[in-house]
């Protein structure tokens, strides 16, 4: 056990330089980036490490290490529908306008109809009076008339 540890501090110095190790790495890193029409963007990260080892008997160890990594992949958020715009708010709105127009139209029939009785009021006590006043005169002057005529008849 402790067999080689003590062999490599009996060694001579030229002997001691020559015991070393060689440690190469190379390493490779590729990202690929892929999409598609359901999900979104992903990253795919490819990543070699390469290792060679040297030994003081010249045996040669290579090791090689890939690692991929892939995020998950997350699919774009669904479109969320907007609000609606028939909010109570709204509704109510409408609804006091509606009644307005509707209070304000029974408002104008109700002033047509006053001013039709109005001029029908107007129209029967203006031919009833002028009917009696056009009979009244048409009498008195027939009267009047009659009795010019008569008091004329009797002058002569």
Same mark, same amino acid.
């Given at each position: 056990?402790?067999?080689?540890?003590?062999?490599?501090?009996?060694?001579?110095?030229? =002997?001691?330089?020559?015991?070393?190790? =060689?440690? &190469?790495?190379?390493?490779?890193?590729?990202?690929?980036?892929?999409?598609?029409?359901?999900?979104?963007? #992903?990253?795919? %990260?490819?990543?070699? =490490?390469?290792?060679?080892?040297?030994?003081?008997?010249?045996?040669?160890? =290579?090791?090689? %290490? %890939?690692?991929? %990594?892939? *995020? #998950?992949?997350? &699919?774009?958020?669904?479109?969320?529908?907007?609000?609606?715009?028939?909010? *109570?708010?709204?509704?109510?709105?409408?609804?006091i306008i509606?009644?307005?127009?509707?209070?304000?139209?029974? $408002?104008?029939?109700?002033?047509?109809?006053?001013? $039709?009785?109005?001029?029908?009021?107007?129209?029967i006590i203006?031919? !009833?009076?002028?009917?009696?006043?056009?009979? !009244?005169?048409? !009498?008195? !002057?027939?009267?009047? +008339?009659?009795?010019?005529?008569?008091?004329?008849? +009797?002058?002569?």
């Open positions: 056990m402790y067999h080689g540890s003590i062999e490599a501090i009996n060694t001579t110095p030229a =002997t001691a330089a020559t015991t070393k190790t =060689t440690l &190469t790495a190379a390493v490779t890193s590729t990202t690929t980036f892929t999409t598609t029409a359901a999900t979104a963007i #992903t990253a795919t %990260t490819t990543t070699t =490490t390469t290792t060679t080892t040297t030994n003081n008997n010249n045996n040669t160890t =290579t090791t090689t %290490t %890939t690692t991929t %990594t892939t *995020p #998950t992949t997350t &699919t774009p958020p669904t479109p969320t529908t907007p609000p609606s715009t028939s909010s *109570p708010i709204i509704i109510i709105i409408i609804i509606i009644i307005i127009i509707i209070i304000i139209i029974i $408002i104008m029939i109700i002033i047509i109809l006053i001013i $039709i009785i109005i001029i029908i009021i107007i129209t203006y031919y !009833y009076y002028y009917y009696y006043y056009y009979y !009244y005169d048409y !009498y008195y !002057y027939y009267y009047y +008339y009659y009795y010019y005529y008569y008091y004329y008849y +009797y002058y002569y």
